[in-house]
């Protein structure tokens, strides 16, 4: 069954997007005949991220105002949060102060904030000026705080009780508050300084008798973030914890704002693609691929292609020493791609297992002996396994008359020289690939850092001063 979704997948893709084009083809033939009201009564039908997602595939910028225009008031704001910051910048230059008051006033302060940091200065100004007060104020609150941290993600609509109050009083606070708040799934409890005292669930509310306090159902042991805890960490604490949303106070302990399971998806998606780009070694870009110029991504890229560059003159060098060695055994030369392949790849293996069990919190530095231990006794196995099938490949290849040598030269013992210099390379490639994202992180820097590109630069060089080294010694 697996397999045949497997097998469907492309198929299924296609049908989707032929969808996808047919309803957008529908929207832009009601707009050109001017059909709103039968376009308006499909629009309140759909989900807001798929009218979003509809409305990213309108290149007209007048078609795409009229479309959003039609929106109810309710829903306008909804699916402008969903929209890509270049598609909401177009609207926001197509459409009046008014509705942009109006639009702001509505969204969710974390998603008005995000909105605005996304934007050129001259539309901030007018985000700013145009929102009322309260939401200006939450907006500054939000953007004071650094990028990635805890504040910079929370939102200040929240559920607040007092600890006094009953659980009528509660319900009844709740039913008038909840179509201004992001979530309502825990209520957290505060005192009269507005310090974080507990949490309840809204289930054990509507469990809970009339006449019972809050305090009474409340749990004291309360999982929070501080303002400035870096956005990764907020993300392994919901992991760690497996809850929806967090309370995150202030450096007085103070509650104010809230972070919902929804922002921390996004900082997933970020953090794992920043780390992609860095094991690639690329800088991260901010926007989409088709988003960014061909200028900024030759830029991102550029600068770590001249260090590898540069770096790996060292293994010319190393070449270029042994030059003799290669002139009186020229078939050696035709191994050096494949051990520095070979071991780049060992190399490789090892610093992406490191670097993947960091970010899941599996290992630290204090685990290196552990790691270097592990890594050595698969080294072995792996280097034995190569070794013995590339042995026999040479042997092999030679008797097919794809190798020739020279009078005097044994292809065995050519053959054991290439074979025992990939168990030993195996070996330091595989320390050198578990031992450096250990060290990186040591130094608080970022493991991502350490991976293919690097590991392979250092090792190449590693693997041929093995190479020439047993070479020198066997065949001399």
Known sequence: MLNWVH??????SVIQEEISNGELHEILDLVESRSFSQLRNELVDMN???????MALIEEDKALIVVFRLL???QAAEVFSYLEPEDQQRIVEGISDKELA???NDMFVDDAADFTEEMPANIVRRVLATADP?????????????DNSAGSLMTTELLRLKGEWNVAAAIQYVRHTCDELASITYAFVTDESRHLTGVVSMKDVLAAKDDQLI??????DVIYAKTLDDQAEVAETFKKYDIVSMPVVDGEDRLVGLITIDDVVDVIEEETTEDIYKMAAMAPIEDSYMSTSVFTLARKRVVWLLVLMISATFTGLIITKFESMLTAVAILTSFIPMLMDTCGNAGSQASVSVIRALVLGEVKFSSMLKVIWKEFRVSIIVGLCVAIVNFLRII??????????EAGQNIYLIAGVVSATLVLAVICAKFVGCTLPLLADKCKLDPALMASPMITTIVDAVSLLVYFGIASIVLL
């Open 7 to 12: 097998m469907c997948a492309p198929v299924i």
């Open 48 to 54: 807001p991220a798929d009218i979003a997602e509809e």
């Open 72 to 74: 109810p008031k309710e």
């Open 102 to 104: 109006s639009i702001v």
């Open 134 to 146: 309260e939401t200006r104020k939450a907006i500054n609150q939000i953007l004071k705080y650094p």
């Open 215 to 220: 305090s009474e159902i409340m749990d004291d």
């Open 396 to 405: 092999v290849f030679y008797y097919m008359g794809m190798y020739q040598l």
